[in-house]
């Protein structure tokens, strides 16, 4: 063998051993679509009150959330969603956690208090409206959203999702700029 083609194959496996598997392999329970699509334009509020949209975050991956403080599995996973954005939240990446409660923007301060959430931003929907424009069957849901808005898989019930094989998925999405 000579030597540019050890070196070729030796970038290669350096390569591969770098790239985690899990990356191009969706965790269990994530459907993956196979070509991105339109999200339905849904609208919602800020901690202040303030309306926001699914465009405010254009040009970063986004793991929205939609989950209920009433809803037992959201309330157990949400601490995992709070780890996965003090992981990856940045300039290319956002956990969008998108609360429907109806008693409002208090309700999820004082359970965001309760069980020491501290890296995720309040987003809320009173009306529920964004869970049935988004076609949730059921809370919690996810759905992952390419740089584009568009989006490329969801997970219907509770994850973990700061698990290391779901970190390795959600950084591969970041990287496929």
Known sequence: MTASKLAVALSA????????????EAPQ????????????EISFADAAGQPKTLAD???KVV??????????????????????????????FEVVALSMDRKGPDAVKKFFAEIGI????LSIDTSAKAMFALGAVGLPMTLL??????EIGRLI??????????IDFIRGRIAAK
């Open 57 to 59: 975050y254009r040009g």
């Open 63 to 92: 793991l929205l959330n939609v989950w209920a403080t009433w809803c037992a599995p959201c309330r157990k996973e949400m601490p995992t969603l709070d780890r996965l954005q003090a992981k990856l939240g940045g300039p290319d």
């Open 118 to 121: 501290q890296h995720l931003a």
């Open 145 to 150: 959203i390419d740089r584009d808005g568009k």
């Open 29 to 40: 329970n994530f459907a993956v679509l196979d070509v991105p699509a339109a999200v339905p």
């Open 157 to 166: 019930g509770p994850a973990e999702w700061d698990a290391p094989e779901m």
């Open 13 to 24: 496996m350096l390569l591969t051993a770098w790239l985690p598997a899990a990356a191009t």
